[in-house]
């Protein structure tokens, strides 16, 4: 199994089963998978591990998620999570379209019809003209809370077996730091370019001059990554610092490394990009490199060195 943290939700591969997350819905609203195959797994454990050891070793947060959800990850009432409940929480979108029915000042047909059927497969009553607003946050509270009780109690446990929960419980002050919310992590090219430390010549090194990459190469490679950083997408930043380092956002020292390759590698570990040094042109360089970018999805371990 490989996997790595995604600001996003997390990703994960199991055997030869197709890519899996563990946190679904939209952007700001992601609450944990509903799939059997994952509360079975204990997957969610091991993300409330990743999450606390992330904190412990001042690595990022985990953005994103639902804030109902992060009420409940932190102790707080089931009720305030109920009323904090959106449409866009609801990860099921045939489901959200049928409870959004309840806001319309008069149903059909065929929207009682599709509510009735809904609100018996969960044990609740019918629509009913006095009933709306109340059956509106209880739909809502069944399709995205009640559904997940087994992964939020698995991530708690895993939260608690990083020595952190007493923190999250005590000190709400932190659950920002834990639980970020991704319009405050946007990535941009100046917010990549600061936190990059570009290749010094090194006149006093030891190493063999015949091994030494000549200053021009270096310069006209490290070139071509500015131009590439400068011109890039929200999109394709991401998927930079992600093959970088193998998440989304850029820790304080991304390093560039110039060297006789064939193609662009990362060292995650060390947050360390080596480029080969043969690119004389920036079209060459920005197809090797996009094709490096696109290859990360293959999962943390597979293509990352």
């Not at 929960?165 to 600061?194: C, G, K, Y």
Request: with cysteine; charged share 20%; glycine share 4%.
């Amino acid at each position: 199994m490989h996997w790595y943290i995604n600001t996003f939700f997390l990703l994960f591969f199991l055997g030869s089963a197709p890519l899996r997350t563990l946190f679904g819905s939209e952007k700001e609203h992601r609450v944990p998978s509903a799939a059997a195959v994952l509360q079975q797994s204990n997957l969610f454990q091991m993300a409330g591990r990743m999450i606390g050891h992330s904190f412990l070793h001042s690595g990022f947060g985990f953005s994103g998620v639902s804030l109902p959800v992060v009420t409940l990850l932190t102790s707080g009432s089931a009720d305030t999570a109920t009323s904090a409940l959106t449409l866009q929480d609801c990860p099921d979108l045939d489901h959200r379209e049928t409870i959004v029915f309840l806001k319309n000042a008069e149903l059909t047909a065929e929207e009682n019809s599709r509510l009735t059927d809904l609100c018996l497969s969960w044990d609740l009553p019918v629509p009913t003209a006095n009933n709306r607003d109340w059956l509106f946050q209880e739909l809502l509270s069944h399709a995205v809370l009640k559904r997940v009780k087994q992964p939020i109690k698995q991530i708690h446990k895993g939260l608690k077996e990083t020595g952190i929960w007493p923190l999250l419980s005590a000190r709400p002050d932190v659950h920002h730091i834990i639980f970020p919310r991704e319009s405050t992590e946007e990535l941009n090219p100046q917010l990549v370019m600061q936190h990059i430390q570009w290749p010094q010549p090194n006149y006093d090194s030891d190493d063999d001059d015949d091994d030494r990459i000549p200053l021009e190469k270096v310069s006209l490679v490290t070139g071509f990554l500015r131009k590439f950083i400068q011109g890039a997408s929200q999109e394709d930043l991401r998927n930079l610092v992600r093959f970088w380092v193998g998440w989304e956002l850029p820790p304080s020292n991304l390093k560039v490394e110039v060297v006789t390759s064939t193609y662009p590698v990362a060292l995650t570990c060390f947050h360390k990009l080596r480029l080969p040094d043969h690119y004389q042109n920036y079209q060459k360089f920005h197809q090797d490199l996009v094709m490096a970018l696109k290859s990360s999805v293959s999962g943390f371990g597979l293509v990352l060195v």
